[in-house]
């Protein structure tokens, strides 16, 4: 079993910046694809950005360009750098673990969420 827990959202006004963190515990070896999520009020939860255990990045049209994933694999941390927010990237954001045992899938994990709200 792999533990997420967020940190970093808040308020900011359109255009601001945030950065939110998200910091594993237990099985972490078995990491192979951590990512993040967003839902918003009434809408379904979407896919924000991904990073793989190599490094490789993958990010939704709506956000490239201002976003940023990375991770810290010393801290077992990965970040979100948000910039140039605007009032529609308002959310929940979730923190996402995918894990893999030798080939076999082993299952996915899920933060607790962290509210970020953008206002205009």
């Known amino acids: 079993q792999v533990q997420l827990v967020e940190s970093g959202g808040g308020l900011v006004q359109a255009g601001g910046s945030l950065r939110l963190s998200c910091t594993a515990s237990?099985?972490?070896?078995?990491?192979?694809?951590m990512g993040w999520y967003r839902q918003a009020p009434e809408k379904q939860r979407e896919l924000v950005a991904t990073?793989?255990?190599?490094?490789?990045?993958n990010y939704a049209d709506s956000v490239k360009g201002r976003f940023t994933i990375s991770r810290d694999n010393a801290k077992n941390t990965m970040y979100l750098q948000m910039n140039s927010l605007k009032p529609e990237d308002t959310a929940v954001y979730y923190c996402?673990?995918?894990?893999?045992?030798?080939?076999?899938?082993?299952?996915?994990?899920w933060g607790q969420g962290t509210q970020v709200t953008v206002s205009s």
């Open positions: 990073i793989s255990s190599g490094g490789s990045t």
């Open positions: 237990g099985s972490i070896f078995s990491i192979y694809l």
């Open positions: 996402n673990a995918e894990r893999m045992v030798g080939t076999t899938w082993a299952g996915r994990s």
